[in-house]
């Protein structure tokens, strides 16, 4: 594909980078910024984030990007750099910035660890839980969980969770074998994938739970996976990511409207999103919970079943959701929310 530049529009005289556009969200966003006549950069990777040091921050000031086309697509693949008000980091768990700055948190307790692949051919339901409708099956023992996730093309994408020790330290390094033992281990899943084909390659994903000790500096921005990622349990991470790039824009029209790129500024939508991303965490914890069962609680607290639907489908920053902890801590060890780092505030002249 070519970089895209079209009439003149909105975007006019503005460069473009969309991670991830090859197909999907990314695509589109990328074929709207071109039609809005944006300069758009594809299949190009950023390099390297362009920073300094400054004087009203322990973090530095970010000024740009450096780019640079994939070789495959191009024979012009020199590094470009573009210089920008702010810096938006939605490199995924790439995290490219929170791993520069060091700003990863991982969370202690929540050690897990992720083999996935895709499958053909792999029994499906009639629609409606057809496409895209996620299912969640136990491992015989409660000791691990699959995801099973129809998609388009008679694809069913396949992946276990489970502890890191019991994963990847226990077993042999040969991530097709343990896929194939724990498919074994999970009854419900065995004449589903009878049938079916594994399209390699299998994925390994691990400790893969953390959020970042900041969510902006001056002149950059952390969003989606690249701020935090939860648990793959409750399928947030694209309803967080999608949240938090649409919190994180407001912060920045404002910015531009008030010539304000510092990280008070910049930080503004951090807190709100972190508090419901924390209380979807103490979710992922009663789910990880020994002998915790969502039913009996609901049953137990029958005045919870608002907030925990609530929760589950994203609607966490309702007033009064958290009032479903206040019961679930007598059964459930919950922990205490990781604080998000507040910026200095500058000094006014
Ligand atoms: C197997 C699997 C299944 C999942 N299932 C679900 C689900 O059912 N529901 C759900 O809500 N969430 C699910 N998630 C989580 C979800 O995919 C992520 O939380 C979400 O995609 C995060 O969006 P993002 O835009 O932050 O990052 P991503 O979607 O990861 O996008 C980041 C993009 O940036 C690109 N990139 C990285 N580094 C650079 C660089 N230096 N330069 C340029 N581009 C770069 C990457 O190639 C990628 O395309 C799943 C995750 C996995 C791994």
Redesign the pocket.
């Known amino acids: 594909m070519h970089d895209r530049q079209h009439m003149a529009g909105r975007l006019q005289g503005k460069v473009a ?1 969309v ?2 556009s ?1 197909r999907g969200i ?1 695509a589109a966003i990328a074929a709207l910024f071109a039609q809005h006549g944006a300069h758009v950069i594809e299949n ?4 390297e984030v362009l920073l300094e040091l400054t004087s009203t921050d322990s973090l530095p000031r970010a000024k740009g990007v450096v ?1 640079q086309k994939n070789a495959q697509q191009t024979t012009n693949n020199k590094p470009q750099t573009i210089s920008a008000k702010v810096v938006i980091d ?5 995290a ?1 910035l929170a791993k520069k700055l060091n700003l990863k948190n991982p969370d202690p307790k929540l050690r897990k660890a ?1 083999l ?1 692949a895709q499958y053909k051919g792999a029994s499906r339901d009639p629609n409606p839980r057809d496409t895209g409708a ?1 299912l969640v099956l136990s491992t015989k023992d409660q000791d691990g969980w699959f ?1 099973y ?1 129809p998609l388009p093309d008679d694809i069913v ?1 396949v ?1 276990v969770v489970g502890d890191i020790d019991r994963l990847i330290t226990s077993r042999n390094g040969n991530p097709e074998k343990t896929l194939n033992e724990e498919i074994q281990n999970c009854p419900s899943l065995i004449p589903r994938l009878k049938n079916a084909t594994l399209i390699p390659p299998i ?1 390994v ?1 691990s400790d893969f739970s953390y959020s970042s000790k900041r969510c902006a500096g001056e002149g950059w921005i952390l ?4 701020f935090g ?1 939860l648990d ?1 349990m409750y ?7 999608l949240k938090s ?1 649409e919190m994180a824009a407001d912060a920045v029209i404002e910015a531009f409207q008030k010539n304000d790129f510092s990280a008070p500024q910049l930080s503004k939508w951090g807190q709100p999103l972190s508090d419901g991303m924390q209380s979807l965490r103490k979710l992922v914890y009663a789910f990880y919970t020994k002998d915790f069962s969502f039913g009996r609680f609901t049953r137990e607290h029958p005045q919870t079943k608002k907030n925990l639907v609530d929760l589950l489908i994203g609607n966490v920053f309702r007033p009064g959701i958290n009032d479903i902890f206040d019961p679930m801590s007598k059964s459930v060890p919950l922990p205490n929310s990781i604080p998000l780092e507040s910026p200095p505030i500058p000094q006014s002249a």
């Open positions: 980078i991670t991830g090859a990314g190009a990777n950023v390099t780019v939605a490199t995924g768990t790439s490219l992720s996935f996620t995801w996730i994408s992946g994925h994903l969003i989606g996976d690249a990622f793959p399928s947030s991470g694209v309803f967080l990511a790039a």
